[in-house]
């Protein structure tokens, strides 16, 4: 391991190919770890392969090749900068020269490796620090206390990164414990968006301060868990409803946790109302719609509306039943919609005259059905008193003239059948009699 210990370095096997490899174990998961691999040397020749990898006293690491047979290396390789990523950990060959008649295939022998004298324990810690300050972590059950400022005391407080030392004595051994306290800067609050009441659409962001990695957990007022994340470039929760959240923010490589009391506001939705209700108007009548309680207005089908769909009071006229939509949206961007039916009265009068006299004076000079609008006419017929056929017509805009083969009638009472079709698919059927006048 590096004396930092985020990087595992690893030879494969002792014959050729034989390669040494990097690890960063700093990362969160086992798929990462495997997945940092780093080869920093690859041994092909032949017969050989790399040995043991120990740590010497002064924080490197060192290395042998040797025969698969015969420990035969007369250098000791070292890597010069273990804590570095990849190859700026500097793989240098024969680094130490061994004495002669000195053979070595593992590398440094185990009591080279920094060990403690017989009544001597070591001990590094890695301390975070969260706060202002940090009581440092050690045993206060010894005696006879010194840190590295002669203060003699076991507890002691600090209040900035850096390394630290301490000496005591307990059970007739000689402890020296190192602290290397680290400075954790927590993520910061970055923004917070609010949502319509009946929407999830809120979100929380922190940023980051540092390149720790940090768990986030927010807990919602019922004490749910709605996301969990980690990482280093900070974290951002989505998909949020308007409430109260507690986030937990904590290194992942430390026991130091701070807590966020958030608030996600809630926007109103426009209380939406239209007037009038549901109604119905007479075929080819114009109404007036009114929507009120919101700031920006959509009425739907927008075709209706000739360009004014957008006003909260258009005029829109009806020649068949409608039912409308008005979305509606305020100032926080929230909406809502109301619907609106309006119905059409197709039962309009159908005015059929009982007398007209075709002189020529331009009044009643036709017999003809008055307030055709949205009928269509099936057969308009007209009969003498012998019932032969004198017109007949399918055209509502045409009406009799008093003629027959171009021949004026004579003055007297004829008869008329007509039939009319309506858009709801009703047929009515008039019959009656009419005078003609002279």
């Known amino acids: 391991f590096s004396s930092d210990d ?207 990695t940090f768990y986030y957990r927010y807990i919602d007022e019922a004490g749910n868990v709605v996301a969990e994340q980690r990482g280093r470039e900070g974290s951002v929760a989505a998909h949020l409803k308007p409430g109260n959240y507690t986030v937990l923010i904590g290194p992942l490589l430390g026991d130091c946790e701070k807590k966020f009391e958030i608030q996600v506001h809630g926007y109103p939705i426009p209380d939406l109302s239209v007037s009038p209700g549901d109604t119905t108007v007479r075929y080819g009548d114009s109404i007036r719609l009114l929507a009120q309680g919101a700031t920006v207005y959509r009425w739907l089908p927008t075709g209706m509306f000739n360009g004014n769909a957008t006003l909260p009071d258009p005029m829109v006229r009806l020649f068949k039943p409608v039912l409308f939509t008005v979305v509606g949206t305020n100032d926080y961007g929230c909406a809502s919609s109301k619907n609106v039916k309006v119905d059409v009265d197709f039962t309009m009068t159908d005015l059929i005259p009982n007398a007209f006299s075709p002189n020529g004076d331009g009044l009643n000079d036709f017999f003809k059905i008055e307030g055709i609008t949205y009928q269509e006419v099936t057969f308009f017929k007209v009969f003498n008193r012998y019932g032969q056929m004198v017109f007949f017509t399918q055209d509502a805009d045409r009406g009799w003239d008093g003629a027959f083969n171009g021949q004026a009638c004579e003055m007297g009472t004829y008869y008329y059948m007509i039939q009319l079709s309506y858009p709801s698919g009703e047929h009515k059927t008039f019959k009656g009699d009419v005078i003609l006048l002279r």
Not at 193 to 200: A, K, Q, R, Y
Request: glycine residues 8%; contains cysteine.
């Open 6 to 212: 985020t990087k595992l370095y690893t030879s494969t096997n002792y014959a050729s190919p034989s390669d040494l490899i990097q690890y960063d174990i700093s990362l969160n998961t086992l798929a990462a770890i495997q997945g940092s691999a780093t080869v920093l040397y690859k041994h092909n020749q032949s017969g050989s392969g790399i040995g043991d990898i120990k740590e010497g006293p002064d924080g490197k690491l060192y290395f042998a090749i040797s025969t698969s047979s015969v420990f035969n290396s007369t250098y000791l390789h070292r890597i010069d900068n273990p804590n570095l990523a990849g190859q700026q950990a500097g793989v240098r060959f024969n680094a130490i020269p061994l004495a002669a008649n000195t053979l070595s295939g593992h590398g440094l022998p185990n009591q080279v490796v920094v060990l403690p004298v017989k009544d001597t324990v070591k001990t590094k810690h890695r301390t975070l620090l969260c706060s202002e300050s940090l009581q440092l972590p050690v045993d206060t059950t010894g005696a006879f206390y010194e840190w590295d400022n002669g203060n003699k005391v076991a507890r002691r407080i600090v209040s900035k990164a850096g390394t630290y030392f301490v000496s005591y004595r307990k059970d007739c051994t000689l402890h020296v414990d190192t602290f290397n306290v680290v400075s954790v800067l927590f993520p910061a609050l970055d923004s917070i968006g609010g949502s319509c009441m009946d929407e999830d659409k809120g979100l929380i962001s922190f940023k980051a301060n540092d390149t720790n």
